[in-house]
């Protein structure tokens, strides 16, 4: 079992840990043992844990840039490593972080190396932020490579916010539709069809179809509502959690052009970003490659740099190998090529990485222009369906009289 404690030692200082025993009178033997007097003594419960995460109490991206940001600056000041993390677990509130802030501290003091304890939660540090991490231990350059994860998953804030700002207006512009045609259809059409239909007036086919609709909908919202809900739902898990659904939409967004564009975008500036950070950290080379194509999330970047190491250990050099692979775009290639000969492969990376985030940028505000008119049709076209079903048969009224 793991107990997490608080405890004084023997300057009076407050101490936090998690611990392993067999049992809280083993637990509070250990804790006597490091010359600490307990304070409080609580088994963590794996079913506590887990329904942290569900609700969102997950190491998010903010986190882990406060704090590969906050160690780079401690380290570069001199503080030891042990003060440090100290000092975070006394200023994070956030249980989840602080629980792996005392999860970290526990295991250095057990004698294990740094990257051990990120390494055990894949979803929130991945191979590449372990293998940096790792990388700096190793060389004794943890301060350097903390300044470049910070500025890396800085850089990863900053384009995110970019992207979920440009789609704003467009999710606004949806989920507003749906709502006034829910209204429209569910609300408004059933009464008028009711006045037409109960005048005995006759309306033409168009108006009778429209008007059946909406007496069909407003009759059976609840359930169809229902239907909506799980629908969206069950899509948002298949597309998004398991690999046939990933694979489908993935394939789908290839087959539309300025999509297909901004994924290759985003591939591009992930392998040049990581790529860059995994060099700059001392990684051996292949290695490095072979890390970073895990963070493209493009299956034939992946592929293609895979190869790439595979080549690099038969002789060639990594601007030939990258000249082999149609998938990375000619500059790509002949910058690699040039600055692996100039000794400025890290630069021309970071450089690259830079321009592809702009490129971003760009790209989605591009799908965005191409995506509103699109939206703001198809609402016309169901708003001016429903106005045309209605004014045919008053139309027809009038003309009557």
């Not at 079992?1 to 405890?7: G, L, S």
């Not at 595979?310 to 000249?323: C, I, P, Q």
């Not at 290639?333 to 100039?342: D, Q, T, V």
């Not at 703001?376 to 048969?393: K, R, S």
């Amino acid at each position: 079992m793991r107990f997490t404690y608080r405890a004084i030692d023997q300057k009076g200082k407050t101490a936090e840990g998690i611990i392993e025993a067999q049992s809280m009178s083993e637990a509070l033997l250990k804790i006597a043992q490091r010359n600490l007097r307990p304070l409080s003594l609580k088994p963590v419960k794996a079913l506590e844990l887990n329904l942290k995460n569900i609700f969102g109490q997950k190491v998010n991206l903010e986190d882990k840039v406060f704090i590969t940001k906050y160690l780079s600056l401690m380290l570069r000041v001199g503080t030891d490593l042990f003060k440090a993390i100290n000092i975070l677990i006394d200023d994070f509130d956030k249980p989840v972080v602080k629980n792996l802030l005392i999860e970290i501290k526990d295991n250095l003091e057990k004698g294990f190396p740094f990257y051990t304890t990120f390494a055990k939660y894949p979803k929130s540090f991945p191979p590449v932020f372990v293998n940096m991490v790792k990388s700096g231990e190793m060389s004794g350059n943890l301060e350097r490579v903390f300044s470049d994860l910070s500025v890396s998953l800085e850089s990863d804030r900053e384009l995110t916010g970019k992207i979920k700002s440009a789609l704003t207006y467009p999710i606004i512009l949806f989920v507003a539709s749906i709502l006034i045609l829910i209204l429209l259809v569910s609300y408004s059409l059933p009464k008028i069809a009711n006045v037409f239909l109960s005048g005995g007036l006759k309306p033409p086919t168009f108006s009778r179809i429209v008007f059946a609709v909406g007496l069909f909908v407003g009759a059976h919202l609840a359930v169809l509502l229902t239907l909506f809900i799980g629908s969206i739902v069950g899509a948002v898990f298949f597309f998004g959690k398991t690999a046939l659904g990933k694979r489908v939409l993935y394939d789908f967004a290839l087959r539309l052009p300025v999509i297909k564009k901004v994924i290759k975008e985003i591939s591009l500036q992930r392998f040049a970003s990581v790529f860059a950070s995994l060099l700059k950290s001392g990684l051996p080379i292949i290695e490095a490659l072979n890390t970073s194509a895990d963070s493209t999330g493009m299956p034939e970047m992946k592929a293609a740099l895979h190869r790439v190491g595979d080549n690099l250990s038969r002789g060639l050099t990594v601007g030939e190998a990258f000249k082999n692979e149609p998938v990375f775009p000619h500059i790509v290639s002949n910058l690699i090529a040039i600055s692996e000969k100039s000794g400025h492969l890290e630069e021309i990376l970071t450089t690259l990485s830079g321009f592809y985030s702009s490129e971003i940028e760009t790209s989605v505000k591009t799908l965005v222009t191409f995506i509103e008119p699109i939206m703001l049709l198809m609402i016309g076209l169901v708003i001016g369906t429903i106005a045309l079903a209605v004014i045919v048969p008053v139309y027809q009224l009038t003309a009557t009289f």
